[in-house]
């Protein structure tokens, strides 16, 4: 099934401005994570959220989730250019059995200009 | 700060080669994991491995693939004969423990096969 649809898929703001991604996934979760991707490089760790959570700051990063809609959403607040990047989400599900295993979704693609 | 890292950065094969990615997890990580992303789509989930075996794999992740750990510090995934739809970028991503924790990635192999 799939999990972690992000949107918008591609979000285009001005240096300074507040940028928001949203998430939504179909079924229940241990925890949400977003995950930054510059281009041509890996998957850089910035928040993990956990089911019984509901709000989570992280310097300028805000993360909701919101297990009755099944959806999470990532705030960066006072963008700057270097915050350029692909987000994505993803959920484990480990209570479902085996180890844990992060499923993601398709990614925002956010770009600040200066 | 430790992190993940993966070699080569880049593998061209022929269709029908057999190719070994390399990673070097971080030390004190116990969770080993691959995944990869095919051009423009999600990152996938292929294997994880803990305690020197194999704890979860995904349907991709066939008698073709393998895994292992050889000497404490690498982790190698080996395809024993390339298809064309191997090519990917694949990335090795490590964790201090399997529940509630954040998966650090290395910048990945980009992987074509001819």
């Known amino acids: 099934s799939q999990q972690g649809e992000e949107d918008p898929q591609a979000l285009s703001i001005q240096e300074g401005e507040n940028a928001t991604m949203n998430c939504s996934y179909k079924t229940s979760i241990n925890n949400l994570q977003w995950y930054r991707q510059n281009s041509g490089r890996g998957l850089v760790h910035l928040i993990l959220i956990r089911s019984n959570e509901r709000e989570k700051h992280s310097g300028r990063l805000r993360v909701t989730l919101d297990t009755s809609k099944k959806s999470s959403s990532l705030l960066i607040t006072a963008s700057r250019a270097a915050d350029t990047a692909s987000y994505f989400c993803a959920t484990d599900s480990y209570f479902q059995g085996g180890s844990e295993k992060l499923v993601f979704g398709k990614g925002t693609k956010l770009t600040v200009n200066p | 700060e430790p992190e993940v890292t993966q070699t080569p950065s880049h593998q061209v094969t022929q269709m029908g080669q057999e190719v070994i990615l390399r990673c070097v997890p971080i030390?004190?990580?116990?969770?080993f994991y691959w995944y990869r992303q095919i051009l423009g789509q999600k990152v996938e989930f292929l294997v994880s491995?803990?305690?020197?075996?194999?704890?979860?794999k995904s349907e991709i992740f066939d008698d073709q693939f393998s895994v292992e750990r050889p000497d404490g510090s690498n982790f190698t995934l080996k395809i024993r004969s390339t298809k064309l739809e191997d090519s990917a970028m694949y990335f090795c991503?490590?964790?201090?423990?399997?529940?509630?924790?954040?998966?650090?990635f290395g910048d990945g192999t980009r992987l074509s096969i001819l």
């Open positions: 491995f803990y305690n020197n075996e194999i704890s979860e």
């Open positions: 030390s004190n990580h116990l969770y």
């Open positions: 991503a490590s964790s201090v423990a399997g529940r509630d924790q954040p998966q650090h």
